[in-house]
């Protein structure tokens, strides 16, 4: 049963436009009540012309202690914070808001951190590896921080962003390329031939008539797919991944994989330990029915030509 929220419970508020499909809320209150904090998150629908007042005026409440942030707020709540982590400042964007002992708002991003962890969580080499990220928004800018970051021994030795919007993947290889030394380019095509893993970060899949993003009987026989959509999976890429053998997982695991670094930001750091050593409550809540079994057997999905 959930806690009852009395005059001590601590409010987390997700903001975002719209919130009727957000996940993060179910998960928050659940580690809440599991791990006995007298914390709530909640919810709130509040439109771009509006964010900028509303973060500020929901920090007055002294029992505000933190925002996840929802799309499509995360890029604009960059230029609202009095300070911002190096994923959240070179990716221009954040999911995550608190305030510190002196009053001032600082973010971060976890979305990167979060797929690294997924990958791990699956067996999915990418260190030292060639990537091709699909799309160079919002989640293809940090998945390719968290990438670069790492350097060529701990992250991908080359990762190349293909955007259909003209300019905007050279944009965002720039980008990293000024800040780390892992080789970042902008591609033309989306052709995967050539590399290890592929990172689908659009929106392709959303509908049923959808093209698939990248084709996928071009994929090397070793090569790996990731795909960061939460809705509608497995998708057809996915799907059509592992009919050819390939190790192709879904997007649940990379949000499952933020939950420790949330809980650590918000100063939760024993929640934080016990969801490294345990998250299968949280899988359990957000996978569909359809991929109960992935929970409980995930390597079973792991194609034995991955090395």
């Keep these: 049963m959930f806690p009852s929220i009395v005059g001590s419970t601590s409010v987390y508020l997700l903001p975002g436009d719209p919130v009727t499909n957000v996940r993060l809320p179910r998960m928050f209150n659940a580690v809440f009540e599991r791990c006995g904090i007298d914390a709530v998150m909640v919810p709130v629908q509040v439109a ?6 509303f973060v500020k005026a929901a920090f007055l409440a002294k029992n505000v202690r933190g925002m996840a942030i929802a799309p499509p707020h995360k890029p604009l709540l960059v230029d609202l914070l009095d300070g911002c ?9 954040v999911n ?6 002196n009053g001032e708002l600082e973010g971060d991003l976890f979305d990167g951190e979060g797929l690294l962890g997924a990958l791990d969580h699956y067996n999915i080499p990418f260190r030292g590896k060639r990537v091709l990220i699909l799309g160079a928004g919002v989640s293809a800018a940090a998945i390719g921080v968290a990438l670069a970051e790492g350097g060529t ?11 259909i919007v003209a300019g905007k993947a050279a944009g965002v290889a720039a980008q990293l390329d000024a800040f780390f030394d892992a080789t970042t380019v902008a591609v033309d095509s989306s052709d995967p031939a050539g590399y290890d893993l592929v990172v689908n970060a659009t929106a392709l899949g959303l509908k049923p008539d959808d093209p698939l993003p990248v084709d996928v009987a071009r994929m090397e026989p070793h090569a790996a797919l990731f795909d960061i959509l939460l809705r509608n999976q497995p998708t057809p890429l996915v799907r059509a991944a592992r009919e050819r053998g ?4 879904a997007g649940f ?4 994989q933020q939950m420790p670094h949330y809980f650590e930001f918000f100063g939760h750091r024993d929640a934080a330990h016990a969801l490294r050593h345990d998250a299968d ?3 359990e809540l957000i996978y569909p ?7 409980r057997h995930p390597l079973r999905y792991h194609s034995a030509s991955v090395a």
């Excluded at 995550?96 to 002992?101: D, E, T």
């Excluded at 021994?153 to 955007?163: C, L, P, Y």
């Design 153 to 163: 021994v701990n992250g991908a030795e080359h990762i190349a962003f293909h955007d």
């Design 246 to 249: 390939l190790h192709a997982q």
């Design 85 to 93: 982590g190096l994923f959240g400042r070179v990716a221009g964007s």
């Design 48 to 53: 771009k012309r509006d964010l900028a007042v």
């Design 281 to 283: 409550f949280l899988r």
């Design 253 to 256: 695991e990379m949000l499952v």
């Design 289 to 295: 029915p359809a991929m109960a079994d992935e929970i």
């Design 96 to 101: 995550v808001v608190r305030r510190i002992a």
